[in-house]
């Protein structure tokens, strides 16, 4: 085991150490991928590193000829300070790999130095984390390309145990110039992987990662990368490292950062959105504690129902990681009908639905409302909506009927037609297949089959469904049923039966949708979540508060004109400026104001 990168180097350049794997050798120390390439082809490859920093961390790109590294050590050469090579012509790698790159011209060939995971592998070990040789593993991940140089990302497959997840990333958080943090925790399909057989990961580039009960697959961006985008290129010529056998610099990892302009993130969390599927997401803990502070908000129970009880703290976070990271077309719900007369809906709900509308846009999401077939002004006022401002771009729906005939499809041959469904605001039957009002008053005969397309989506692994109710007879409370039937008046009768995976529970549903907007502005602002999302590819760019939320004035505009085509409060049986009874000023105006105090 070597402790110092000049003797290890000098070993490999007497040749004693063929085919050595450097990993755990020169622990502190930073190793690094080797990509070697013809100068005509530099900038191109300096621009494909740029474009996917996690997986091409460069440290250093050498000059036309240049068999040194200055920054990174003294007396080094690159044609032999690597234990093993790789020769490519024309993309196809040569017979057998070799021990150095001596007998090649060099006055026109670039190295670039990339950082590897092997660097913060010292520090998982000091921290207790028993580590193995990791796995390597082609994803689906197709990296951001530079002609000639594109590639689907390859990723390092390191088995966490679950209580220490999180220190994982504390670890690797700030060390993008060895790969960073992960840029997937936990399902390895969702990256395109596969087991081929319990607890044992596929792989076609090492050996097979395997995984044991109580641990979690995490998977950090691989420098290998960069060798597969070089040899994809085709190129006439080029070099690499040998898969595993890292440049060891002299470069003690906490001066890394004095290599290049790398960020800094501040603390982070990882939090598992689903704990059946294995999925995780990470996020700064100052957005974690905002949004915190906006579940607390939205909990408020100014009618004094009690729906405090059905609050499951950390669910708006989970709900907002979940759509940010998975979202690409999702059907929204809406419609409580509680009146006999046109519009039968009352008015909780419909500018909830708009607002998740709106934000889901934002993040490029399809959204197709689903209706009942008879609701006309809704249908209007929905649609109606982009002309006036209210969302981005223009919607389509489904409606549907009484009878449990045409059921819209969730999944259609070539996969899944949502992602998500989110209900908001939409009755659900109870126990006994009848839906009723929080009063527990009989309305089965006005509300359509809606609730058995949501059990249908529950019940599909590939669909994740969204609950946002404010008294626990709607669409996802199935999901804490036993509080409804302990804790809210009329549970016994009220309370829904189906479930959702995921719920916010609220003093009032459009504040629910509020909620999940600001949610979604504030996780795609994060700098660690948007880099997880991005798999380390691209740049982070901030978005515009104004593309998820709407303004005061646009919020009371949006309302007047829920009010102006009919709908009704569904506590006063009103058609004002009430929602539940409580003043749109008084109460709703002032929910969103405080709502946009937490996104700052």
């Known amino acids: 085991m070597f ?24 622990p502190g120390f930073i190793q690094a991928n080797l990509s070697i390439l013809p100068s005509e082809f530099a900038d191109q490859f300096a621009e494909f590193c740029s474009n996917n920093s996690a997986p091409c961390p460069l440290l250093f790109r050498s000059s036309s000829g240049q068999h040194s590294a200055p920054p990174l050590a003294l007396d080094s050469d690159v044609r032999s300070d690597v234990s093993t090579y790789q020769e490519y012509r024309d993309g196809v790698p040569g017979d057998a790999p070799v ?22 592998d010292s520090k998982l070990l000091d921290s207790g984390i028993v580590l193995n040789t990791p796995s390597m593993h082609r994803t689906n991940i197709p990296c951001i390309p530079s002609p000639p140089f594109s590639c689907d990302m390859v990723v390092t497959m ?22 960073g943090a992960p840029i997937h925790i936990g399902n390895p399909g969702d990256i395109g992987l596969e087991f081929s057989s319990p607890g044992v990961l596929r792989s076609d580039i090492s050996e097979d990662g395997k995984i044991e009960e109580g641990e979690v697959p995490c998977f950090w961006a691989c420098g290998v990368t960069g060798n597969t985008a070089l040899r994809n290129s085709k190129l006439p010529l080029s070099f690499s490292h040998h898969p595993g056998s890292m440049f060891i610099t002299d470069v003690l990892s906490e001066d890394a950062p004095t290599l290049g302009d790398f960020p800094q993130y501040p603390p982070a969390t990882v939090i598992c959105t689903d704990e059946v599927a294995q999925r995780y997401a990470t996020l700064s803990q100052n957005t974690a504690h905002k949004l915190e502070a906006i579940e607390y908000c939205i ?21 907002c990681l979940e759509l940010s990271m998975r979202a690409t077309k999702v059907g929204i719900l809406v419609g ?63 409606e549907i009927g009484k009878e449990n005939t045409g059921l819209p499809e969730i999944t259609d041959k070539d996969g899944v037609l949502f992602t998500h469904l989110i209900a908001i605001e939409r009755p659900s039957p109870a126990s006994d297949g009848k839906y009723y009002t929080m009063k527990g008053r009989d309305i089965s005969d006005n509300v ?9 989506a529950y019940a599909d692994p590939r669909v994740t469904t969204i609950g946002i109710g404010d008294g626990g007879n709607e669409l996802g409370m199935g999901k804490v049923k036993s509080k409804v039937l302990s804790g809210i008046p009329h549970g016994e009768t009220i309370a829904a039966d189906i479930a959702s995976d995921l719920l916010v529970s609220c003093g009032v549903s459009n504040w629910g949708g509020i909620a999940v907007a600001a949610g979604l502005y504030l996780v795609r602002s994060c700098p660690v979540h948007d880099r997880y999302r991005r798999r380390g590819r691209g740049r982070h760019s901030p978005p515009d508060i104004g593309h998820f939320l709407v303004s005061e004035e646009e919020d009371e505009q949006l309302h007047s004109w829920v009010t102006e085509l009919g ?14 009874s409580l003043d749109y000023r008084t109460f709703h105006a002032k929910m969103l104001g405080n709502i946009r105090c937490h996104t700052e």
């Not at 150095?100 to 092997?118: A, I, K, R, T």
């Open 3 to 26: 402790t110092e990168p000049s003797k290890g180097r000098l070993s490999f350049r007497r040749g004693d150490c063929f085919k050595l794997c450097t990993f755990g050798h020169c």
């Open 99 to 120: 021990p150095n790159l001596l007998s090649h011209p060099w006055e026109d060939m670039v190295s670039f130095y990339l950082g590897c995971s092997y660097t913060f």
């Open 158 to 179: 390191r088995p966490i145990p679950a209580d220490k997840v999180q220190t994982a990333l504390e670890l690797s958080l700030n060390m993008d110039f060895c790969h």
């Open 299 to 319: 909990s408020f129970d100014p009618g004094n129902r009690h729906t405090e009880v059905l609050v499951i703290p950390g669910e708006l976070s989970r709900v």
């Open 336 to 398: 409580f009908p509680l009146f006999d007369s046109s519009p039968a809906e009352e008015n909780d709900g419909i500018a909830g639905a708009v607002y998740l509308a709106r934000a889901l846009q934002a993040i490029g999401a399809e959204v197709v409302f689903i209706v009942d077939s008879t609701a006309t002004e809704l249908v209007k006022c929905l649609s109606e909506s982009k002309s006036k401002g209210f969302i981005h771009n223009d919607v389509s729906f489904i």
């Open 448 to 456: 359509g089959i809606m609730g058995e397309v949501f059990r249908a």
């Open 567 to 580: 709908f009704r409060d569904g506590c006063t049986g009103r058609n004002d400026m009430t929602v539940d």
